[in-house]
């Protein structure tokens, strides 16, 4: 009697993620709030050099 061992076959691709509108509208409000955040900080510093 032989035992004959093979490996596994391999996992088929999951399923993938739909990146949509609410990824797109999260990065530009990042955007636009690092951009104020910027701005604000180089105004106070300027109004500290008057």
Do not use: C, R, T
């Not at 709030?33 to 180089?42: D, E, F, I, P, V």
């Amino acid at each position: 009697m032989e035992v004959v061992m093979s490996q596994p076959s391999l996992p088929s691709n999951p399923p993938q993620a739909p990146i949509d509108g609410g990824l797109g509208l999260l990065a530009a409000a990042g955007g636009v709030y690092a951009y104020k955040k910027l701005k604000g900080k180089k105004n106070q510093e300027e109004n500290l050099e008057e």
